[in-house]
């Protein structure tokens, strides 16, 4: 299966669709009366997609086992078909699409079974997704503008030419691969007047996003929260929040880190460990979610 562990657990939602149609008028007035021999076939095939919607991981190899925390079966029964849509709701880290096309496709096939000593020409159709709500695609949107990013690596050793920097590297993929455009990497020592000087330049350059990687850690030389601190108009403490939290659950070293996040002006600053899966963890964590504080700033502006 696919590694969805990178991934944070949301809310999911898919609805899906099938269509059963019949030949014979009278297939239809049957259900309706209830009248067809095998029993009341909305309510048999409703309960088949409930089973089915919560064993879709014993029948598609890849599909991942999951929670399912809602689940509707509902008809919009016709003259000569009968529309089957199921939407299904999780909060997990992977989306429920599949699930509902599963178990739509299995109320059609109990419909088909329980019909066909009536009516020889049923035939199902059009088992499709028609919508799917809360993965990572909803989150991207569109910004409505470029941003446009620094990366700035702390580190003593890897300024001096001693070290080799990977952290900022995979800062400034994550960001590209999220469409957000990274003007430059500078790498600096672990110095809080350089820290500042980088800071108050790149907020007064216009600079959209600033990310610092490196100088959280709890050593004499680990200075970027404080000398951000020092700086930061407006501390955005659900960000750090969100950042400890993912990373607590995948090592428990996660809590000694201190990331840090705020605003100088309306450039957004970051200050993520120097680790590299520290750093991708952090990326991970917020984006692009985060990218929706430009739309928010923006929308300030025009209020």
Known sequence: MVNITPKSSTLRKAVAQAIVKVSLPETILAIRNHTVPKGDVLECARVAGLFAAKRTADMIPDCHPLPIEFTSVNYEVGDMEIKILVEIHTIYKTGVEVEAMHAASVVALTMYDMLKPIDKGVSIEQIKLLEKRGGKSDRQGNL????????????????????????????????????????????????????????????????????????????????????????????????????????????????????????????????????????????????????????????????
């Open 144 to 303: 409505g503008k470029e941003i446009k990013a620094i990366v700035v690596v702390c580190s003593d050793s890897i300024s001096a030419g001693k070290g080799e920097d990977r952290a900022g590297e995979v800062i400034r993929e994550k960001l590209e691969n999220h469409g957000v455009k990274v003007l430059e990497k500078l790498i600096i020592p672990d110095d809080r007047d350089q820290i500042q000087v980088v800071a108050k330049n790149a907020s007064k350059d216009g600079v959209d996003l600033l990310i610092f990687t490196g100088g959280t850690g709890l050593s004499p030389r680990d200075v970027t929260p404080e000398a951000l601190e020092e700086i930061l108009d407006r501390r955005i403490s659900g960000i750090e929040e969100a950042i400890r939290t993912y990373g607590q659950q995948r090592t428990p070293y996660a809590m000694l880190s201190r990331s840090i996040a705020g605003l100088i002006g309306e450039t957004l600053v970051l200050g993520l460990p120097g680790s590299t899966n520290g750093a991708s963890e952090s990326m991970d964590a917020v984006f692009p979610s985060v990218l929706h504080i430009f739309k928010v700033m923006e929308g300030a502006r025009h209020d």
